[in-house]
């Protein structure tokens, strides 16, 4: 499509509308106002709108919003606190291969229903907001291709809820932390493709709940998590199930 803006009268005053999907409309540059009054819609996709520069002000009272995607946006900057902060009823959010993307809001503290948080594909994103300790709910949280990012903000060791922890093709990750301990519900740790990796922390031996670790495409932990004779084999031989191997292997 080559519109301009998304015509407010298709869902002007729609009580009744649960799902909206826009896709591959590269000339759009901007959402219309009238999504602030679609009180019922639970999910938002955006994909292919590689000229919208940033979500509108609008979003914020989207109340009952539960998944929100945002892919393939090249022109988003940054996710704005004011639009994030009012989602009160999201729990799924993705952003995924937005190359444009510097910086997550703090408003990201506010989604206290999020519980999925994927984040991947975005290059010029430097760090992820460290005020996330309001994330009650959070249970699961990927990090792929980010290539900048370099170490986990402090403010994760707070979720105690979060399950399943994944980190991949993160070169500029130099270090885990040893507040990895805090996450007491963890139960899956993926480690992959994070070649500057040199060893792990001894907080993983103290994750007594984690179930299944994967360790992929990181020379260093790979030798030094070798069953029996490794470094750091003690830290994670309490693991019911490990997963340590090449990419190369498997060719």
């Not at 407010?8 to 826009?22: A, C, F, M, W």
């Not at 060791?157 to 805090?182: A, F, N, Y």
Request: negative net charge; charged residues 20%.
């Amino acid at each position: 499509m080559s519109c301009l803006c998304l015509p407010g009268e298709l869902i002007r005053n729609n009580q009744l509308l649960k799902s909206v999907r826009i896709h591959s409309c590269p000339k759009l540059h901007s959402l219309t106002s009238e999504f602030g009054g679609l009180n019922s819609l639970t999910l938002l996709s955006i994909r292919w709108c590689e000229d919208l520069p940033l979500l509108s002000k609008e979003l914020e009272n989207l109340v009952a919003l539960e998944v929100l995607e945002i892919s393939d946006c090249h022109s988003v900057t940054a996710l704005p606190g004011n639009v994030m902060e009012g989602l009160k009823s999201l729990q799924d959010l993705s952003i995924e291969n937005c190359s444009g993307l510097a910086s997550v809001s703090f408003g990201l503290q506010q989604l206290s229903a999020l519980k999925h948080l994927t984040i991947m594909y975005c290059p010029s994103l430097a760090a992820l907001p460290d005020h996330v300790e309001n994330l009650p709910s959070l249970v699961s949280l990927a990090i792929i291709s980010c290539p900048m990012i370099e170490f986990l903000p402090e403010g994760i060791k707070h979720v105690t809820t979060l399950r399943s922890l994944e980190i991949r093709s993160c070169p500029g990750l130099k270090d885990l932390p040893e507040w990895l301990d805090s996450l007491t519900s963890l139960r899956a740790f993926a480690i992959s493709d994070c070649r500057n990796l040199k060893s792990l922390p001894v907080a993983v031996r103290r994750l007594t709940k984690l179930q299944h670790l994967t360790i992929q495409d990181c020379p260093d932990l790979q030798r030094r998590c070798q069953q029996d004779r490794g470094e750091d084999w003690w830290k994670i031989a309490h693991i019911p199930r490990r997963h340590i191997f090449s990419s190369e292997s498997l060719n």
